[in-house]
T-cell receptor, first 120, second 117 residues
Framework: AQSVTQLDSQVPVFEEAPVELRCNYS??????LFWYVQYPNQGLQLLLK??????LVKGINGFEAEFNKSQTSFHLRKPSVHISDTAEYFC??????????????????FGQGTILTVHP | DTEVTQTPKHLVMGMTNKKSLKCEQH?????MYWYKQKAKKPPELMFV???????INESVPSRFSPECPNSSLLNLHLHALQPEDSALYLC????????????????FGPGTRLTVL
């Protein structure tokens, strides 16, 4: 089984400041990693994903994340945030096709979420 | 078209009512999902359909009844719900694990906000 820990439940930051949202995962097999954003009263939108290859992944809206296998982390960063980035952010993992057998495949395991609040 | 649509946007129902939630996608995805999300919590998986067949049921009470009439549509039938079932219900879709793109990138709809009185 896998698990995801988002280390901060809330992150307040001022506009144009950099931000890092932390995510650690635990899994006995290789996983895919995702960051989703949820704006108030909306569904989830994929920001970026790590499947394989380069450990630095760039996503939409100026976000990027770095996969660190030794530290089992996948932290999300943005060098300069905007008011419009205020939202809840979820880190998620899933097994890949090679090691997911049976009913565990097709399932995303989410972290508890981090609420990012950008102040003017 | 990379959109998952859900109707209705909001639903208020009594504990004796029967209602249905609808989800639609036209991305050719053969896996579709229902999630329940309570406030300030992550989505919780309820059901997964693959190629129109129920693949995963996460021990959901029988008052929730999913249906997948075709590859583009997913319904969730509701009957005799309890107030604690009030939540945001999210639908998602992805390529199925039989496809080449097996990394399970899920596309989410905007959700139906359900209130049970």
């Amino acid at each position: 089984a896998q698990s995801v820990t988002q280390l901060d439940s809330q992150v307040p930051v001022f506009e144009e400041a950099p931000v890092e949202l932390r995510c650690n995962y635990s899994s006995s097999v290789s996983v895919y990693l995702f960051w989703y954003v949820q704006y108030p009263n909306q569904g989830l939108q994929l920001l970026l994903k790590y499947l394989s290859g380069s450990t630095l992944v760039k996503g939409i809206n100026g976000f990027e994340a770095e996969f660190n296998k030794s530290q089992t982390s996948f932290h999300l960063r943005k060098p300069s945030v905007h008011i419009s980035d205020t939202a809840e952010y979820f880190c998620a993992v899933s097994r890949n096709a090679a090691n997911a057998g049976g009913t565990s495949y097709g399932k995303l395991t989410f972290g508890q979420g981090t609420i990012l609040t950008v102040h003017p | 078209d990379t959109e998952v649509t859900q109707t209705p946007k909001h639903l208020v129902m009594g504990m004796t009512n029967k209602k249905s939630l609808k989800c639609e996608q036209h991305m050719g995805h053969r896996a579709m999902y229902w999630y329940k999300q309570k406030a300030k919590k992550p989505p919780e998986l309820m059901f997964v359909y693959s190629y129109e067949k129920l693949s995963i049921n996460e021990s959901v009470p029988s008052r929730f009844s999913p249906e997948c009439p075709n590859s583009s549509l997913l319904n969730l039938h509701l009957h005799a719900l309890q107030p604690e079932d009030s939540a945001l219900y999210l639908c998602a879709s992805s390529h199925s694990w039989g496809a080449l793109r097996s990394y399970n990138e899920q596309f989410f709809g905007p959700g139906t906000r359900l209130t049970v009185l």
